[in-house]
C-alpha cells in the first residue's frame, strides 16, 4: 500500500476532520492528544513514533503578557486566541501524517 493511497483515503468524507479551524479554546483537544501519544508510547516501537508523533501534534509552548493594570485584558485574550487558531491549523495541516505514522506503527504489533 503506498503512501499515496492512504493519504487520499484519509482525506476522504469517510473521515471527516473533527477539529475545526476557529478560535476556541484547545485544552480539551490537547489533553486527547497527550492521551494518544501515551498509548502509542506503550506500544511495540512507540518510543519512536510518540516522539515522532509529538513533532507533529503536541501543543506548542506559548508566552503570554498579563496586564497588572486590572481590568480587562483584551490583548491576553486575543493572543491566545491567536494561539487556539495555530494550534488548529497545526493539528489539522499534521492530521494525516500522524495518522500515517500510527498505521505503520501497527505492523510492529505482535497481536
Known amino acids: 500500500m503506498s503512501e499515496k493511497y492512504i493519504e487520499s483515503d484519509l482525506s476522504s468524507d469517510k473521515y471527516p476532520n473533527v477539529i475545526e479551524e476557529n478560535h476556541e479554546d484547545v485544552k480539551e483537544i490537547f489533553e486527547q492528544v497527550k492521551s494518544l501519544i501515551n498509548f502509542v508510547n506503550s506500544l511495540e516501537m512507540g518510543a519512536f513514533y510518540s516522539k515522532e508523533l509529538e513533532k507533529l501534534i503536541k501543543q506548542d509552548n506559548h508566552a503570554y503578557a498579563i496586564s497588572l493594570n486590572g481590568g480587562h485584558d483584551y490583548r491576553y485574550e486575543q493572543?491566545?486566541?491567536?494561539?487556539?487558531?495555530?494550534?488548529?491549523?497545526?493539528?489539522?495541516?499534521?492530521?494525516?501524517?500522524?495518522?500515517?505514522?500510527?498505521?505503520?506503527?501497527?505492523?510492529?504489533q505482535k497481536w
Open 79 to 108: 493572543a491566545k486566541r491567536d494561539n487556539n487558531l495555530a494550534d488548529r491549523k497545526k493539528l489539522i495541516a499534521n492530521r494525516d501524517k500522524a495518522i500515517y505514522l500510527i498505521i505503520e506503527l501497527l505492523r510492529y
